[in-house]
C-alpha cells in the first residue's frame, strides 16, 4: 500500500473519532437530560462490579494458594481507594502487589 493512502485513512479515522466523540458535548452543552444524568450517577459503579466480577471469575478458591493474592490485592485497592479517593493510585497499588506476587517477587522477600 502506498504511505500516503494510510497517511489519508488513519487521518480520515482519527477525525471520524473526534467527532463522534466530540458531536455530543458541542450539542448538548448546556442540557442536563436525567438519561445522561442517571448514567453518569450509575454506570461508574456498574463497570467496576463487573470489572471484579470478570477478575474473580477465574479463581481457584479450593486449590492453590485459595485466591490469596486476589483477596489481599483486591483489599489493598479498597482501602487505597477509601484513604485516597483515587481511583489511579487504587488501581495501580492493587494491579502492583498482585503482579509482584503472583511473579514471586514478594515469595522471595519472605
Request: glycine letters at 6%; proline letters at 5%.
Amino acid at each position: 500500500m502506498d504511505i500516503m493512502y494510510l497517511i489519508g485513512f488513519i487521518a480520515t479515522m482519527a477525525a471520524a473519532t473526534f467527532a463522534t466523540r466530540a458531536l455530543p458535548f458541542v450539542l448538548f452543552h448546556n442540557q442536563q437530560h436525567p438519561v445522561v444524568l442517571f448514567l453518569g450517577r450509575y454506570l461508574p459503579p456498574a463497570v467496576m462490579a463487573l470489572l471484579v466480577m470478570y477478575c474473580l471469575k477465574d479463581v481457584e478458591w479450593l486449590s492453590g494458594n485459595h485466591g490469596l493474592p486476589e483477596i489481599i490485592s483486591l483489599s489493598l485497592v479498597i482501602v487505597a481507594h477509601l484513604l485516597f479517593k483515587n481511583a489511579l493510585i487504587s488501581i495501580f497499588s492493587g494491579t502492583a502487589l498482585y503482579m509482584l506476587w503472583v511473579q514471586g517477587v514478594l515469595a522471595s522477600l519472605i
